[in-house]
């Protein structure tokens, strides 16, 4: 039995996530896990559909068992969301990560990894921040200098700058294998490359309805007037608490919030700075209508694991999982678990609740059956 665990989103599950399931199974793996964001999903955004949707979709796709990472761990910095889920993979009994990337050399990748623990705290990149870079770019212009082209060449690419960070957090447990895949198709949100468009080609086509699905999308802009209401309505005190809002940036809320332009989109350009990424703020956002309350609720480890679909290998992945965090299909079940599961779930909840306002139908997430498949 060796089992892979995926990180995904799955928004929504395609073709080049089943070539990734694919490749994994075709290198050894006889079972594969997969770690899925719930309704929030890392770029700040609400999923284009629900979570049993997609999990559904990946069993039919080829993974075995499919997990959720909850808000607020799935909107968050590639830090943190990566963080969360590779140790939901690991208490699940991961033996290897796989993943898509650009770069599919693996010392190359821990290459890069290693460089970056180092390179922000390096005066290179203060400076270049200084000078208006966002701190992505910071550190990969000064890996360039630092830490060599082929570096900087990883920590420039979307794909492979994630996989840096899922090689970081095996730390968690030494010794944990990698396994990247070579990315083929379209590159990470760009248009479309014959039969592999990326995700964010195939979700302007669903939401514009140039491709029909067997599910019904939502569209996330549809949350918007929620969202931008709860940014012009913050007070300071209550925007600081958000986990990636520092004070420069909720003064600028503020101010722009007294006289602010028609909508969210404008108002997220008006706030940010050569410093700050559009994602970082949408995120931001998304955290504020949801009511994350920053480090209260982004404990050192993920309160629950809860199950979304699986088949007969996926029960075999549970049957060998050896972990002290509660693992289960019963949503009321994890919520009862603890405190911290209790903040987690309603947090989700929130999340699942403000995506079916934007589909105008709604659901007891409490009664969901999970997909089994044989």
Same mark, same amino acid.
Request: a neutral charge; hydrophobic letters at 40%; glycine letters at 6%.
């Given at each position: 039995?060796?089992? &892979?665990?995926? @990180?995904?989103?799955?928004?929504?599950?395609?073709?080049?996530?089943?070539?990734?399931?694919?490749?994994?199974?075709?290198?050894?793996? %006889?079972?594969?896990?997969?770690?899925?964001?719930?309704?929030?999903?890392?770029?700040?955004?609400?999923?284009?559909?629900?979570?049993?949707?997609?999990?559904?979709? &990946?069993?039919?796709?080829?993974?075995?068992?499919?997990?959720?990472?909850?808000?607020?761990?799935?909107?968050?910095?590639?830090?943190?969301? &990566?963080?969360?889920?590779?140790?939901?993979?690991?208490?699940?009994?991961?033996?290897?990560?796989?993943?898509?990337?650009?770069?599919?050399?693996?010392?190359?990748?821990?290459?890069?990894?290693?460089?970056?623990?180092?390179?922000?705290? %390096?005066?290179?990149?203060?400076?270049?921040?200084?000078?208006?870079?966002?701190?992505?770019?910071?550190?990969?212009?000064?890996?360039?200098?630092?830490?060599?082209?082929?570096?900087?060449?990883?920590?420039?690419?979307?794909?492979?700058?994630?996989?840096?960070?899922?090689?970081?957090?095996?730390?968690?447990?030494?010794?944990?294998?990698?396994?990247?895949?070579?990315?083929?198709?379209?590159?990470?949100?760009?248009?479309?490359?014959?039969?592999?468009?990326?995700?964010?080609?195939?979700?302007?086509?669903?939401?514009?309805?140039?491709?029909?699905?067997?599910?019904?999308?939502?569209?996330?802009? &549809?949350?918007?007037?929620?969202?931008?209401?709860?940014?012009?309505?913050?007070?300071?005190?209550?925007?600081?608490?958000?986990?990636?809002?520092?004070?420069?940036?909720?003064?600028?809320?503020?101010?722009?919030?007294?006289?602010?332009?028609?909508?969210?989109?404008?108002?997220?350009?008006?706030?940010?700075?050569?410093?700050?990424?559009?994602?970082?703020?949408?995120?931001?956002?998304?955290?504020?209508?949801?009511?994350?309350?920053?480090?209260?609720?982004?404990?050192?480890?993920?309160?629950?694991?809860?199950?979304?679909?699986?088949?007969?290998?996926?029960?075999?992945?549970?049957?060998?999982?050896?972990?002290?965090?509660? @693992?289960?299909?019963?949503?009321?079940?994890?919520?009862?678990?603890?405190?911290?599961?209790?903040?987690? %779930?309603?947090?989700?909840?929130?999340?699942?609740?403000?995506?079916?306002?934007?589909?105008?139908?709604?659901?007891?997430?409490?009664?969901?059956?999970? %997909?089994?498949?044989?």
């Amino acid at each position: 039995m060796l089992t &892979a665990g995926i @990180v995904a989103e799955f928004n929504p599950f395609h073709l080049g996530h089943k070539y990734l399931i694919d490749q994994t199974r075709s290198r050894g793996a %006889t079972h594969i896990v997969c770690c899925m964001s719930g309704a929030a999903v890392q770029r700040g955004e609400l999923a284009v559909t629900d979570k049993h949707t997609r999990a559904a979709m &990946a069993i039919a796709g080829g993974a075995d068992l499919v997990a959720e990472l909850p808000a607020p761990f799935s909107c968050s910095s590639a830090e943190v969301f &990566a963080k969360y889920a590779v140790r939901t993979l690991l208490e699940l009994g991961t033996d290897v990560l796989a993943f898509g990337s650009e770069h599919d050399d693996p010392g190359l990748l821990k290459k890069a990894a290693e460089a970056s623990l180092w390179l922000p705290d %390096t005066q290179e990149v203060r400076s270049l921040m200084e000078q208006g870079m966002t701190y992505p770019a910071a550190v990969a212009a000064a890996a360039d200098k630092l830490a060599g082209g082929d570096v900087a060449d990883v920590l420039s690419n979307p794909n492979s700058t994630l996989a840096v960070e899922y090689i970081k957090a095996l730390l968690q447990k030494p010794g944990t294998d990698i396994l990247p895949v070579k990315r083929i198709g379209a590159a990470h949100d760009s248009g479309s490359a014959g039969e592999y468009p990326s995700g964010m080609e195939l979700r302007r086509r669903l939401l514009s309805g140039e491709m029909k699905a067997d599910f019904t999308p939502i569209d996330p802009a &549809a949350a918007e007037s929620v969202i931008y209401f709860s940014l012009l309505t913050a007070g300071k005190q209550r925007l600081m608490q958000l986990p990636e809002l520092g004070e420069p940036l909720a003064d600028r809320i503020i101010k722009l919030a007294a006289d602010p332009p028609p909508t969210l989109e404008e108002f997220l350009l008006s706030v940010k700075n050569k410093s700050c990424t559009l994602a970082r703020l949408r995120r931001s956002a998304l955290h504020l209508a949801l009511g994350v309350r920053g480090a209260g609720d982004m404990l050192p480890c993920p309160p629950h694991i809860r199950i979304l679909a699986m088949n007969e290998r996926g029960r075999e992945i549970l049957a060998a999982a050896v972990t002290d965090i509660p @693992v289960s299909t019963s949503l009321k079940k994890l919520e009862q678990s603890s405190e911290h599961s209790a903040r987690i %779930t309603e947090l989700e909840n929130r999340a699942v609740r403000l995506m079916q306002l934007c589909a105008g139908s709604f659901e007891n997430e409490y009664r969901r059956k999970i %997909t089994l498949q044989k």
